[in-house]
């Protein structure tokens, strides 16, 4: 007989267990039947973000709803695996979908610790709620996840489930699956996290807000290490693992930049392609797109753009801190400081607080708590902004949020700000136009604007080698001589006002060589030559090389490049002078197929057009080697090669600098310049803006290639002349390239200074400034702007098609 109380507490206990049993038996045998098809899951099909690749297969880009990457099982890293099962579900290879240990244990930890604080949802569970339930918490859906768990784990094997649950749980960040929060967290593919990033990514399914990095790092950090707990409690991780786990800090990404490369601009030219051509269905059938691109060059590229536009603010003094914080003490000071830094990093520059100044540095915190010390360069570069006398919200000090960058793997860390100016590089294969690295600005999430296909800009000098080369074609020669004296232009001239141009240097030769004026980009000599060759042929000729006819006004200013061209426009052009006078015409895009790897189109190099003549491209090349070799390019024999060649360019008040140049395996041009143009700064040349980026990406690019001497075409006659006067020497002298039929007659080393042709009558002679045109004052102001002249930053055509031959790009006839 029953005495004691507690008996009956049991019985009563016990007939309310059987009850549920029945009640829940009876629920899920009315409820199993109805439950929806497996379909889902047995062909599993996601919806597949459009993907933009590299030519040599490296992701660049991707577009659609949802960031995701299906991997197999086999390709993630066990420690992941590991970390996953310690964070959601130990006894995964144990249970059959349900876990009834696990539901006992979470309702033992709940009713101790007084409230619901452990759940109990295996990772079938999961699955079965994310393929087909909502997250609302009623026991009936409760009760329908439980059924589809089981129903699942007798249609799957464990590692089919596991697989899908890598796949499709959403992680944060728009990122769905494990691979994609990967790239999206960490900017790396998952086969190439650690085991401080796998305990990262494992803990964000319980609630992917709450343990967000980006958002919430404090937090995050909690939950990795709840993770890293749980795997060496499991036995999981050694103890020396463990430890390194919870000591590393980890950087997390603040940008959009989730891809071993920058490449937005070119994908976001993909992606207007691709949808214009195939419609909405691209951001959800997994269609990849591959570029003419090469991962290495654009990494180059970007790096390039990035270290040209860190040192032009350098020499412009610091700008002043972003932001002033207060610091708090206590536990609120983590929070503030990670709230702080929550801003994204633009183009490789981190926000940083600044923790304490010294004599001797300046510290600053990064995200995650990393303490960097700036040494005594930045103290100098920071100097104004340090002095007492700067207003409170400009000044340097403790609480200040600055930016820091590293220019390269091992580099120390530098103090910047965030630009104003703009830069653009583009570049490409001379013999083909394939587009093989293009940055169309500073950084894409700031401004999207592509500075390669939609800047019309005045390229200033680099447009000289365009005149001179129509110059050959007139008879006047590299020997030929012009003066450089000072001279004055009529309005009629020039388009609207009268001129008197100055060289850049405020100085004048004389009497100097053509290949002297061009090496020295010698402005006064550059126009006497446009007066001999004359404007009525000279713009028609320029005009064949693929520019604008109505940005190219036929004044004398054009040998000043005061018309306006795009980046790649520029490029292509000078693709003419590296390949012989054959023009190709530039495309970016390679092939395009299904996620199946299906072909659905692909894009062959158009064929390539003469636009002048070998000879006069090969005299025209070795004028411009004398550029990089001794003229205002000269910085660039750094690069150890000799078959360099290229032109410099400034325009008026240093608004724009360019470099332009190449060799026979690849032309690329380097842009600085302000959206809204005006003065660059003082001896901001394209010597000194420019070609430092260009010297950048081309050291990469040329990485393992030959220097190529430029084989001598037929018709191309070589003498020896007086460097000075041009005259053709028998003894002595340099070696000058001439065309056969304008090559003059060889006279005594004492022969004077006229050119003497062979066919005389066939061009003009060299042009004497008139006895008239007083001597003065030689301005320093290379370009004039014609009054005419549309605005800088008119766009042109929007990137939308490739074209109709392989690829081509708008703007480009």
Do not use: C
């Not at 919806?47 to 995701?68: C, H, N, Q, T, V």
């Not at 958002?215 to 709840?226: D, F, G, S």
């Not at 054009?558 to 693709?575: D, F, I, S």
């Not at 299906?598 to 003549?613: H, T």
């Amino acid at each position: 007989m029953l005495t004691r109380w507690w008996h009956y507490v049991f019985l009563a206990l016990a007939g309310l267990f059987l009850a549920a049993t029945v009640v829940t038996s009876v629920a899920a045998a009315l409820i199993y039947p109805s439950l929806p098809s497996l379909e889902a899951l047995t062909d599993y099909r996601p919806k597949m973000p459009l993907r933009i690749y590299s030519e040599d297969g490296g992701l660049l880009a991707e577009f659609g709803e949802e960031r995701r990457s299906v991997v197999h099982l086999k390709d993630t890293p066990l420690i992941l695996r590991q970390a996953i099962l310690a964070a959601e579900d130990e006894r995964f290879y144990e249970h059959g979908g349900v876990d009834t240990l696990g539901v006992l244990r979470a309702a033992l930890a709940n009713v101790f610790s007084g409230g619901a604080k452990e759940g109990a949802s295996t990772i079938t569970m999961q699955v079965a709620r994310n393929f087909f339930l909502s997250s609302e918490k009623t026991f009936r859906r409760k009760l329908n996840e439980a059924m589809l768990a089981i129903k699942i784990e007798h249609t799957l094997t464990k590692d089919q489930i596991f697989e899908l649950y890598i796949n499709q749980i959403y992680l944060g960040q728009r990122a769905y699956g494990f691979a994609a929060a990967a790239r999206t967290y960490f900017g790396k593919p998952i086969g190439q996290i650690d085991l401080a990033e796998a305990a990262m990514l494992a803990g964000l399914p319980k609630a992917p807000s709450a343990y967000n990095p980006v958002v919430n790092p404090i937090r995050a950090r909690t939950r990795q290490l709840y993770v890293l707990g749980r795997m060496h409690q499991l036995k999981f991780i050694t103890d020396e693992q463990y430890e390194q786990a919870k000591a590393k800090r980890l950087h997390v990404q603040h940008s959009d930049q989730m891809y071993e490369t920058a490449a937005s601009y070119v994908a976001e030219m993909a992606r207007q392609y691709a949808y214009q051509k195939y419609g909405e269905q691209v951001y959800v059938s997994g269609m990849k797109v591959y570029t003419t691109i090469r991962m290495t060059e654009q990494k180059a590229a970007e790096d390039a753009v990035r270290a040209g536009v860190v040192e032009f603010n350098r020499r412009r003094g610091y700008a002043g801190p972003e932001a002033q914080i207060a610091l708090p003490e206590g536990a609120k000071r983590d929070a503030v400081i990670e709230d702080a830094l929550s801003r994204d990093d633009v183009n490789g520059l981190v926000p940083a607080i600044v923790m304490a100044i010294d004599k001797s540095r300046i510290q600053v915190r990064l995200r995650g708590g990393e303490l960097i010390d700036l040494g005594a360069s930045e103290l100098k570069f920071a100097r104004n902004a340090l002095s007492a006398k700067t207003p409170v919200a400009h000044r340097l000090q403790v609480g200040s949020v600055v930016r820091i960058v590293q220019l390269g793997k091992g580099q120390p860390w530098q103090l910047t700000y965030l630009p104003t100016v703009e830069s653009a590089l583009v570049a490409l294969a001379p013999s083909t136009g394939a587009i093989t690295a293009l940055v169309g600005g500073f950084d894409y999430t700031r401004s999207q604007f592509n500075h390669v296909v939609q800047a019309w800009r005045q390229p200033g000098s680099s447009f000289k080698p365009f005149i001179y080369s129509a110059a050959l074609e007139r008879g006047i020669t590299p020997a030929t001589v012009y003066d450089d004296g000072p001279i004055s232009i009529p309005p009629e001239q020039t388009g609207g006002q009268p001129w008197e141009p100055r060289n850049y240097d405020d100085e004048h030769d004389g009497l100097i060589t053509v290949r002297t004026a061009l090496t020295r980009s010698n402005n006064l000599a550059s126009i006497r030559l446009l007066q001999a060759t004359g404007t009525d042929f000279a713009q028609p000729y320029a005009l064949k090389f693929g520019f604008t006819p109505e940005r190219i006004p036929p004044y004398l200013t054009m040998a000043l490049g005061a018309g306006e061209v795009t980046p790649l426009q520029l490029v292509r052009a000078y693709a003419a002078f590296a390949d012989g006078g054959m023009q190709p015409k530039p495309y970016y895009l390679e092939r395009i197929t299904d996620q199946n790897g299906k072909l659905l189109e692909s894009f062959q190099p158009a064929p390539a057009e003469r636009v002048i003549d070998a000879r006069n491209a090969y005299i025209m090349t070795s004028m411009m080697q004398d550029v990089v070799r001794k003229g205002t390019a000269a910085a660039a024999a750094k690069l150890g090669r000799a078959d360099l060649a290229g032109k410099t360019g400034t325009t008026n008040d240093h608004r724009d600098a360019w470099f332009a140049g190449f060799n026979s395996q690849r032309v690329a041009v380097a842009w600085v310049g302000y959206d809204q143009p005006k003065p660059l700064g003082p001896g901001e040349t394209g010597a000194r803006a420019a070609l430092p980026i260009w010297m950048r990406y081309m050291a990469v690019a040329l990485r393992g290639s030959p220097d190529t001497p430029y084989a001598v075409p037929d018709g191309v006659v070589t003498m020896n002349v007086d460097p000075t006067t041009g005259t053709p020497v028998s003894e002595g002298g340099i070696p000058e390239h001439f065309l056969q039929e304008f090559t003059p007659r060889t006279v005594g080393s004492s022969g004077g200074l006229s050119d003497i042709f062979s066919g005389a009558s066939s061009g003009p002679q060299p042009v004497n400034p008139p006895a008239t045109v007083p001597a003065g004052k030689i301005e320093t102001k290379p370009v004039i702007t014609p009054a005419s002249q549309p605005a800088s930053k008119a766009k042109a055509p929007l990137i939308t098609l490739p074209g109709t031959q392989a690829g081509g790009l708008p703007g480009v006839p």
